[in-house]
Structure formats: structure tokens, C-alpha cells
């Protein structure tokens, strides 16, 4: 019965996935429009902000453009909300196949105010992006000249009055799109004074062999030139080598070492009566024994076991192309669904693990379970979207948006949360132990200073450190910056790496642990396999510090805050893998010796 109800759940979470990768590539195949000479194709504009801050962007009309008498605002889904995209049409006329020269978009006078929130812009490399036909285009909005002076109040700003798109076509399909900004055709900003201004802009229309279905192509090439790929196979090559190495010393240490151990405890069994045992065979009536935190601890391995599966289904999605660039919100929707749709993995780990522990308050378990990630994201949330709202910033979600959020985790999360959870509790299942728990506890003798937990998730968490920080900046520089990443087989390799050194590198830990007759080894197994969230989050400050230009209040709060918890989540998802792993390798040692 057990096993038929995973395998329903299975079934139903595969059917749900198969439903979301069809919703996703449903914008795909609704911009495959077909027009006629002179159509009308709208120009979104969707957002302003300093180039060197991702998170602080504003809607485009926020500062004093020519504004259309009526707004049209275009209607988003949810992941396109969440990513912080507003679009509106843009006052801008680009029919297609009608070439324009200096055509007046408007006239009009800026006031003192007005200019100085232009500068203000300019000063800090504000970028404008746009979207025509799904296609994103990018520009600055001016530029400053230093003219050889070192004191910022002699800089001389200026404003782009004159925007020129270059367009290409493929019989009735817009395939490509490329904004230029006129470096001629400028408006002074340096004065605080009332400016009159006229903006334009021309349109070229240029015939093109590029088929349709290809023009996404040229954003997936950027992460794939040559000298990319060479840093990228670079960065497997030394993970695999890491791999190599770490394997080869474990399997050739543990062997030797478990082979020894072997014999000692099975040789001469008479013999072995008479001496005192030592080693981890001593601790055989303790190994087994229940951590402390129980319920704490369940919950952590149903939350990192459904983050884990999370990151697997994110990365199929991304594997058969659903991730494909500016495939607008499509990630963000991607996570909203998967955590919700499994978040009866982590009610049925948690809950079944929890009673195989012989605990008693299994509903508390489960609300520990479903508060234990979504807690301090709900937390960190709260705070960095209320600073969202003070800036003013796109970055701040809507009310209808979080009521939205809120119904899909009331009416889909909670549900399969305590679905998932009653299903553990009734599966009956019994921890395997091939070891009898003795009544009291044996005394843990005293250890030297590095085998205490923090030295031990210090060298746990190196390893599997090293052998994915390379592809780290990569991924930051596209998450937190405008890189543009799409190398999803090689980021998937990496990950399978990270899981592996993890899992040999905890096991390699608990192993030295027991022979050193420590006994409790099932927190600091979860510990130790987790630690490299914690590298991952230092590996934040040396970035933000070294690699980036970010700046500013809103900008450090939104890396800082949402990088603990996706650090933090990575702890739980690692977490599991080492206990997992350590848990396995105990079992089998135990077994193959006589305990009594």
C-alpha cells in the first residue's frame, strides 16, 4: 500500500510538472505573431534603473518622459510581477516594415525638478529596458563627460534625446531588434534650470535569412563563446579532478581502515570476548541511539528533502529548454509551483521519519516542517519588500500579487503539506537499526579541539566548495547582474559533483567520528553536509565586495537578504544529502559485524 501511494504522488507531481512546462512555453508560441505591412506592433516599456544595482528598478515613467495621454498597462503572469517587469506601451510608433527619420515623439519643457531627476539618472548609469515582439532591447539614458576634472560638481551631464531602432524581419516575423542612441543629438543636464526639449527617434527596417524559430539563438550564444566554454570545462575538469581525488583517498583509506577493523572485531571471536572493544564497534549500542531535537531534526530533513527535489525538477525544466532567455518570469513561476506541488514531499518525510523516531506530536512536526524554510522567507521577505515599497521600486510586489501567493500557499501548500504528513504518519514504517540501543548511554570522551562540530563543518564544507566556486561567479553574475547564462548541462554536472564530494566528504567525517567513540553523529552528519551554504554565503560578501559595483541601501539588503535564504536553503538541501549518506554507510558497517 505504501508503495502505491508513492508512486500515485509520484505520478500526480510528474503530471503537474509535464502541465507547467506546457504553461511556460505558452508566451513562446503566443509571440509568434504574423504581420502585415504597416501593422501596428506595440513597444513596451518596461523599467529604469542603475545598471550596476539589478534589484532598484522603477517603472520607465517614473522619470519625466514623454508620457502617453492614456496609459496602457499590459497584463502580466505571475512570474513576470515577481521578477519586478511593468510593462506599459511605449509612446513610440514602430509599424511594421514603415521606415521613419526623426520622427517627434514629443515637446515639451522640463521643469528645474525635473532635470535634476534626469541627472540624478544619468549620474548614477541609469539603463531603460524594452520589449518589442518578446524581443528585450536595452540603452542608457545619457551619459557624463569628466573632460579631464577630478571634481564630481564640474562633470558635464547629458541626456539622449534621440533613440534609433534598427529592426530585422523575416517575411511576416520580427526577428531581431536593436536600440542605438544618437551620441549627437544631446540635451545638457549639468545646470538646475528649465530646459526645453524635443525627443525623436527613426526607424529601420532591414530584411534578414534568419528563420523564426532561431531568433532566441543569439541571446543563448553569448554564455557559449569559445573562451566561456574553455572557463567552464575548466571548472568540471577541476571538480572532477577534486572528485577523483577525494574519492580515491576515501576508498583506499576507508577500505584499508574498515578492513582492518574487520578482521580485529571477526577473527578470533573468543579472543575478542576477552579483551575490551574499542574503536567504533565500542559505541554499537549507542550509534543508533535518537537525536536530540528529534522533532527539529525531521523537519529539517522533510524540508531539505523537498528543496532537493525542488532543485531536480528545476533543473529537467531547464534541461529540455523551458528556461530559455527572457523567457520573462518563467524561473520565478517555475518555483512558486514546484514548492507548492511538493511541499507534500516534505509532510511525508518529515512526519514518517518523525514517527520512525517514536515521536508522539506529529501535527506540531508538521507545522515546524512547513515553517522551518518558509519562516525566515516570509520574514526576509516582509522586510525587503516593505524597503521595495519605500524606494518606490518595481522590485515591490503589488497587493494583488502577495494575495495571490498567499492563496496558492493556503489552498495548495497547507494542504499537501498535511496530506503528505498524514500519509507518513500511517505508513508504518520502522527504523532499521541492525543494532539494539542500549538503556543508558555510554560517556563521550574527551576530544581534541578539531573534532568538535565547527572545525568539522569548516573542512566539510571546503571541498565541495572548491569544486563549484568557479561556476558560482558565473551564476551571480547572471542572477545578480545582466550576464546571461544558459549552459544548463554543464551547471547540472557541477551540481551532481557538489552532491557526490558532499556526500563522501560527510561520510569520510562521521567515519573519523566514530572511531573516536563520539557517538553522536546524526546532527553533525546533517551539519557538516550543509556547511557549504554557509561557504556559499561567504563566497556573497567576497563578491559583493570584489566582483560587483552594487551599491546603495535597497540594492545590499535585496543580495544580502535573499541570498541567506537561498544559502540557507542549500544548507537544508546538502543537510540531507550528508545525513543520508552517513546513514547508509553506518547501517551497512554495523551489519557486517556481530553486535551484541
Known amino acids: 500500500m505504501v508503495v502505491d501511494k508513492k508512486k500515485k504522488i509520484m505520478a500526480c507531481l510528474v503530471a503537474a510538472i509535464v502541465i507547467l512546462c506546457s504553461l511556460t512555453h505558452v508566451r513562446s508560441d503566443a509571440s509568434n505573431h504574423r504581420y502585415k505591412e504597416g501593422d501596428d506592433v506595440p513597444l513596451y516599456a518596461n523599467k529604469v534603473g542603475p545598471f550596476h544595482n539589478p534589484s532598484e528598478t522603477y517603472r ?9 495621454a492614456h496609459m496602457q498597462e499590459k497584463k502580466e503572469a505571475l512570474g513576470e510581477v515577481l521578477n519586478g517587469d511593468r510593462l506599459v506601451v511605449a509612446p513610440y510608433k514602430l509599424e511594421f516594415l514603415k521606415d521613419k527619420e526623426s520622427e517627434i515623439v514629443c515637446k515639451k519643457k522640463l521643469k528645474q525638478e525635473e532635470v535634476s531627476q534626469f541627472r540624478a539618472a544619468v549620474s548614477k548609469d541609469y539603463y531603460f529596458q524594452m520589449y518589442y515582439d518578446d524581443l528585450p532591447l536595452w540603452g542608457l539614458l545619457g551619459k557624463f563627460d ?27 516575423h520580427v526577428i531581431e531588434i536593436i536600440v542605438k542612441s544618437d551620441k549627437d543629438a544631446l540635451l545638457d543636464l549639468t545646470e538646475d534650470k528649465e530646459v526645453d526639449v524635443e525627443f525623436t527617434y527613426s526607424v529601420k527596417w532591414k530584411d534578414t535569412e ?3 524559430e532561431k531568433r532566441m539563438e543569439k541571446y543563448s550564444q553569448i554564455s557559449s563563446l569559445p573562451h566561456h566554454l574553455e572557463i567552464h570545462w575548466f571548472s568540471i575538469i577541476n571538480s572532477c579532478v577534486t572528485v577523483l581525488l577525494l574519492t580515491g583517498f576515501l576508498a583506499t583509506i576507508l577500505m584499508r581502515v574498515l578492513k582492518n577493523d574487520f578482521v580485529k572485531y571477526t577473527h578470533d571471536e573468543e579472543a575478542a570476548d576477552d579483551q575490551e572493544e574499542t574503536g567504533w564497534k565500542y559505541i554499537h549500542g549507542d550509534v543508533f541511539r535518537y537525536p536530540k531535537y528529534k522533532s527539529l531534526f525531521a523537519a529539517a530533513l522533510g524540508s531539505g528533502t523537498q528543496l532537493f527535489t525542488l532543485a531536480i525538477f528545476i533543473f529537467l525544466l531547464a534541461l529540455v529548454g523551458v528556461f530559455y532567455p527572457y523567457n520573462r518570469g518563467a524561473l520565478f513561476t517555475a518555483l512558486v509551483v514546484i514548492y507548492a506541488l511538493t511541499s507534500g514531499i516534505a509532510g511525508y518525510t518529515a512526519a514518517s521519519f518523525y514517527c520512525q523516531l517514536e515521536g508522539q506530536n506529529w501535527v506540531r512536526n508538521l507545522l515546524l516542517t512547513g515553517s522551518l524554510f518558509c519562516g525566515p522567507l516570509f520574514l526576509t521577505f516582509c522586510f525587503l519588500n516593505t524597503v521595495a515599497i519605500a524606494y518606490s521600486s518595481t522590485a515591490a510586489l503589488p497587493f494583488g500579487t502577495i494575495v495571490v501567493i498567499f492563496l496558492i500557499w493556503t489552498l495548495v501548500t497547507s494542504p499537501l503539506l498535511v496530506l503528505g504528513g498524514i500519509a507518513g504518519k500511517n505508513s508504518k514504517a520502522e527504523f532499521q537499526a541492525p543494532c539494539r540501543t542500549a538503556k543508558f548511554p555510554r560517556e563521550i570522551p574527551s576530544l581534541p579541539w578539531y573534532r568538535i562540530t565547527l572545525p568539522q563543518m569548516a573542512m566539510a564544507g571546503f571541498l565541495p566548495f572548491s569544486a563549484i566556486y568557479i561556476e558560482l561567479y558565473y551564476i551571480f553574475a547572471s542572477v545578480w547582474g545582466h550576464r546571461i547564462y544558459t549552459i544548463y548541462s554543464i551547471l547540472f554536472i557541477v551540481f551532481i559533483i557538489l552532491l557526490v564530494v558532499t556526500a563522501f566528504i560527510t561520510v569520510s567525517l562521521t567515519y573519523f567520528q566514530l572511531a573516536a567513540e563520539d557517538h553522536e ?3 553533525r552528519s546533517f551539519l557538516c553536509g550543509g556547511s557549504t551554504g554557509l561557504f556559499i554565503y561567504g563566497y556573497c560578501l567576497y563578491y559583493y565586495l570584489a566582483r560587483s559595483d552594487m551599491s546603495g541601501f535597497m540594492q545590499t539588503s535585496f543580495f544580502f537578504g535573499y541570498m541567506a535564504c537561498i544559502c540557507y536553503g542549500f544548507f537544508l538541501m546538502l543537510g540531507v544529502v550528508g545525513f543520508r549518506a552517513s546513514l547508509f554507510f553506518v547501517r551497512h558497517i554495523y551489519r557486517s559485524i556481530k553486535c551484541e
Open 521 to 523: 553523529w546524526w546532527w
Open 60 to 68: 520607465y515613467f517614473d522619470l519625466p518622459f514623454c508620457s502617453p
Open 146 to 172: 569628466k573632460e579631464g576634472k577630478d571634481d564630481p560638481s564640474e562633470l558635464k551631464y547629458y541626456l539622449f534625446k534621440h533613440l534609433h531602432f534598427d529592426i530585422l524581419y523575416n517575411k511576416d
Open 210 to 212: 534568419i528563420p523564426f
